[in-house]
C-alpha cells in the first residue's frame, strides 16, 4: 500500500549560507507553517561542512552532507578526506558526501583538480557507507565515466538541468534526479522534458536555498518554505497531484538520506 506523506522535505539547502545569518530561525518557522518538515543543509566546503553539522546538532528535523564542491576543488588539502571521515563519523546528523561533482560552466578550478577531488570524494562516500549528493554542470559525461568507475551506493544528481537522454544512464543505474525551481522558469523546456520522463520513484524536489527561487518568488531570496513550488510544477508536468509528488519525493528522499518520522 502506498503510504501517503503529508509534509515535505526540502532534500538540498544552504542554511549556513551567509544570506541565512541574520535570520535563520524566522526561515525555519516558515519552513514549518508551510509544512515542509524536514531539511537537509548542503555543504560546499570543509568550513561549511563543520557550520552545516553546527545546524543540524542543534535541530532535531534537520540534517546534513560534508563535502567540497567543484568550484572549491582548488582548495582540496591532502588530510580533507580524513577530516570529512572524522566528521562523519562524530554525527548522526551526516547522511551523505556531497555536494561533490564537476561544473564546467563556471570552471572556477581546474577541471583536473575538479575530477580528482570529486573521484576521491565519491569513493570516500562508498567506503563509508554513505549516499553521495552530485552537483553537475556541462560536465554529465565526465560524471558518468566517474560513477561508473566507482559504483558508489546512490546517488542523487541534484538541480538536474540535463536532456533526458543525457541522464537516462542515472536512472536505468538506479539513482536519483532532483529538481529546482528552474523548472518553473519559461525557458527550462529540456528540464521539463526530462521531468516528463523521469520517474516519481527515482525523483527528489529541493529549493538549493538561498538560490533559485521559483516563480512565483524569482528574484528574490529563495529559501525551503518554497519547495512545494518545484513539487507543483513536476504535478503540473506530470499531470498528477501535488499530493502525490510530494508523498513520492517524501519517500523517496526519507529512503535515500535515512530519515525518519
Ligand atoms: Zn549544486
Ligand atoms: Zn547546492
Redesign the pocket.
Known amino acids: 500500500m502506498r503510504v501517503l506523506y503529508a509534509v515535505m522535505i526540502d532534500s ?1 539547502c ?1 542554511l549556513a549560507d551567509a544570506q541565512f545569518v541574520d535570520d535563520l530561525d524566522a526561515v525555519l518557522t516558515r519552513a514549518k507553517k508551510a509544512r515542509v518538515d524536514q531539511m537537509i543543509t ?1 555543504a560546499d566546503s570543509i568550513a561549511e561542512a563543520e557550520a552545516c553539522v553546527q545546524i543540524a546538532e542543534k535541530h532535531s528535523h534537520i540534517f546534513c552532507t560534508i563535502g567540497v564542491h567543484p568550484h572549491n576543488a582548488k582548495e582540496w588539502k591532502r588530510g580533507d578526506a580524513k577530516t570529512l571521515q572524522e566528521m562523519a563519523s562524530g554525527s548522526r546528523k551526516v547522511r551523505a558526501i556531497g ?1 561533490i561533482g564537476l561544473d564546467y560552466h563556471y570552471d572556477h578550478s581546474p577541471r583536473s583538480d575538479q575530477r580528482a577531488v570529486f573521484l576521491e570524494q565519491l569513493t570516500l562516500s562508498r567506503e563509508l557507507g554513505l549516499p553521495a549528493v552530485v ?1 553537475c554542470r556541462e560536465a554529465v559525461k565526465d560524471i558518468e565515466t566517474i560513477i561508473r568507475e566507482v559504483e558508489p551506493l546512490q546517488v542523487v544528481m ?2 538536474c538541468t540535463e536532456k533526458w537522454e543525457d541522464v537516462t544512464w542515472m536512472i536505468e543505474l538506479g539513482h536519483f534526479l532532483s529538481f529546482t525551481g528552474i523548472a518553473t522558469y519559461p525557458s527550462s523546456h529540456d528540464i521539463r522534458e526530462t521531468i516528463k520522463q523521469c520517474p516519481l520513484e527515482q525523483m527528489m524536489i529541493e529549493t ?1 536555498s538561498p538560490y533559485l527561487a521559483p516563480v512565483p518568488h524569482r528574484g528574490k531570496r529563495n529559501e525551503p518554505a518554497y519547495v512545494v513550488e518545484v513539487a507543483k510544477i513536476i504535478a503540473e508536468i506530470k499531470g498528477v497531484s501535488v499530493a502525490e509528488v510530494d508523498s513520492a519525493t517524501t519517500k523517496n528522499a526519507i529512503e535515500f538520506f535515512g530519515l525518519s518520522f
Do not use: A, G, K, Q
Open positions: 538540498h544552504h548542503i555536494e552537483h541534484h538541480c538549493d
